[in-house]
């Protein structure tokens, strides 16, 4: 802050002696300090302030832009599942469609246990 050089110092310190004066010059050099501390500490409570308040406001940008990109997101899964609901819709209906409604299909069961297992290509006996 204020760049003193050891001999600016010096003359300061013999101005206040003849000032102030040699019985209360260690008094008022102590009262100086403290108040040096005292602001010095008013001084970096006031950066550790503006630091935190910079901090929130780029963690509340940080939320913001991720609640944009959460709500872009949703968005596109919803197409997908309307494209995909509407899809099956479609095939179901193809289906309805396709099979005669007054003959029902049948299962026969002896055909699926006629073959065995062994006697298919690639298994051997």
């Known amino acids: ?3 003193f050089s050891f001999l600016e110092l010096m003359v300061v310190m013999v101005i206040a002696l003849m000032i102030i004066g040699p019985e209360r010059l260690p008094k008022v050099a102590r009262t100086m300090g403290q108040y040096w501390g005292k602001a010095q500490r008013y001084v970096n409570g006031v950066k550790a302030d503006i630091e935190r308040d910079m901090a929130v406001d780029e963690f509340r940008q940080l939320q913001k832009k991720v609640q944009e990109e959460a709500s872009v997101l949703e968005k ?5 599942s309307q494209s995909l609901d509407n899809q ?12 005669p409604i007054d ?16 006697s298919m290509p690639g298994n051997p006996k």
Do not use: H, W
Request: without cysteine.
């Open 1 to 3: 802050m204020f760049d």
């Open 76 to 80: 596109s899964v919803n197409q997908a």
């Open 88 to 99: 099956v819709q479609q095939l179901n209906e193809e289906m309805a469609r396709s099979l």
């Open 103 to 118: 003959q029902p299909v049948k299962a026969d069961p002896q055909s699926a246990t006629d073959t065995p297992l062994t």
